[in-house]
């Protein structure tokens, strides 16, 4: 199995030069955010190991919101976000971005503060990278390369299909897939169809992961006697924030919808990002990370096959602590309408959502962490859409393919590959086609 690495590159953007950046950017593209696969400055389709990728500039346009705390809103200079989810080690896949994509890259970052002709652009973005304190990968271990042959052997299957049946009969199931068997191992040798088999797991991956899925819980057992002797202090904390929490209930505005709109439902896949500030204090930013901890190893051990909690649409999904923890983004890639997204959180998982998010400004109010928040809708997509950013290019390494998609090509590889067990689960298989 070979896992999946995220990268993100933040740096500020120089004083003066945010409007050239935004037409540097726009030239990557071919429709509006989205980029050309073989744009000049970076050939995101160049890159066999990428699977989604984007430039954001991070504006905290909701910075004054925390003046309802009482305090003054703090200092947030216009940042580039350079992010995306790949194959393998992230380290070595910047090595990649650095040998091929360096002069354009370059002219990027160029607008960013620290950065001249003369740096080293590989140690420069490491220098500015940073990890996300969460992360979420839909199928851990499925990559680029399976995704394409597995698109490639459902095409190649269906358009056969029809033929089949009418030589063979409808009702005559081993037959039709004795015959669909056939045709792969044909197209195969012709070289028309590949089906790459797994890499080994890299054993280093490998007793990092299983260091990090013992050491969490063995982490909180050992916490739990000062937990349990602190819950009723923390409980009481909890409630009396939640009561004194300012309710900021603001519309969006029109043309700021309009900007992200333009951007939203060109494939069936869409980006999403926002950035907002934490709640101030010490047990808000506490309470944030931990909920981010739990977030972030449930998705590594428990939601690692296609779906996180109910909602099973999202590709890759990232939330990152930034400016000295005072502000949180995230980003996500997310099959169908931002509505529908949003509805899809709001019904099935709303208390993880509230686990979160009620720790940032602005976010609906919650009752014990868990309840109400998200489900005041109207108000929560209020504040989705104040805080969303658009990305100034995203890249997509699979247009067209859902995640829906993707297990399903991913099944009907695996009836390729391994008999079924009976006639029921033939049938089952070739209606996947």
Not at 399 to 415: C, M
Request: glycine fraction near 6%; include cysteine.
């Amino acid at each position: 199995m070979t896992p999946q690495s995220t990268f993100l590159i933040l740096a500020p953007i120089r004083a003066g030069q945010l409007a050239e950046l935004r037409a540097l950017l726009a030239s990557m593209n071919k429709a509006p955010g989205q980029a050309d696969p073989a744009n000049s400055l970076v050939p995101f389709g160049r890159f066999e190991r990428l699977h989604v990728a984007r430039f954001v500039i991070l504006e905290l346009h909701t910075a004054d919101d925390i003046s309802k705390y009482g305090l003054p809103p703090h200092e947030w200079a216009p940042s580039l976000a350079f992010l995306g989810d790949c194959d393998g080690d992230g380290e070595s896949f910047l090595a990649e971005l650095a040998a091929y994509a360096g002069p354009g890259l370059k002219k990027i970052f160029s607008c960013c503060e620290g950065f001249t002709g003369e740096n080293d652009l590989r140690a420069w973005m490491e220098a500015h990278s940073i990890r996300p304190q969460a992360n979420y990968v839909n199928w851990l271990g499925r990559t680029v390369r399976q995704v394409r042959e597995e698109a490639a052997l459902h095409q190649s299957l269906a358009a056969c299909l029809p033929k089949i049946v009418a030589e063979v009969g409808r009702d005559n199931y081993r037959a039709i897939r004795q015959k669909l068997l056939t045709h792969v191992e044909i197209a195969k040798a012709e070289q028309r169809l590949t089906l790459t088999p797994p890499e080994p797991t890299p054993l280093g991956w490998l007793i990092n992961n299983w260091l990090h899925k013992l050491g969490v819980p063995l982490f909180f057992l050992l916490l739990s006697p000062l937990l349990l002797v602190a819950a009723p202090l923390l409980a009481w904390r909890l409630r009396m924030l939640e009561r004194s929490d300012p309710d900021i209930v603001i519309r969006p505005d029109r043309e700021h919808i309009r900007r992200l709109s333009v951007l939203e439902d060109h494939d069936v896949t869409n980006q999403f990002n926002v950035l907002g500030d934490v709640k101030p204090g010490l047990f808000r930013l506490l309470l944030l990370r931990t909920g981010l901890l739990l977030l972030d190893y449930s998705a590594r051990h428990i939601y690692k096959r296609g779906y996180l909690t109910r909602v099973k649409t999202i590709h890759f999904a990232r939330w990152v602590l930034v400016d000295n923890n005072r502000s949180l983004f995230f980003a996500s890639n997310y099959d169908g309408s931002l509505e529908s997204y949003m509805d899809d959180f709001i019904n099935k998982v709303a208390w993880g959502l509230n686990l979160v998010f009620s720790n940032g400004v602005g976010y609906p109010a919650t009752r014990w962490l868990l309840k109400k928040g998200a489900e005041r809708e109207q108000h929560f997509k209020y504040v989705l859409r104040r805080h969303q950013l658009p990305s100034e290019v995203w890249y997509k390494a699979y247009p067209g393919l859902t995640a829906f998609d993707l297990w399903r090509n991913s099944l009907i590889r695996q009836g390729v590959e391994v008999r079924p067990a009976d006639e029921a689960a033939v049938r089952a298989w070739l209606s996947l086609i």
